[in-house]
């Protein structure tokens, strides 16, 4: 059995500052009919995981 170790990943701040604002700007597509998860992901679950602020 494999055993999991913990680590740490650095990424600058400035990246995820330059992230957040993307996801900010990010224009979502409007929801189409049959927009489930039939079709793939749904419209609403993508636009809820931006996070509202920064990280």
Same mark, same amino acid.
């Given at each position: ?31 189409? #009919? ?16 931006? #996070? #509202?602020? #920064?990280?």
């Amino acid at each position: 059995m494999t055993n999991i170790q913990p680590y740490t990943v650095h990424i600058a701040q400035q990246e995820l500052d330059d992230l957040s604002q993307r996801l900010r700007s990010a224009r979502l597509p409007h929801t189409l #009919p049959g927009d489930d998860w039939d079709t793939g992901i749904a419209s609403s679950a993508t636009s809820q995981s931006s #996070p #509202p602020g #920064p990280v």
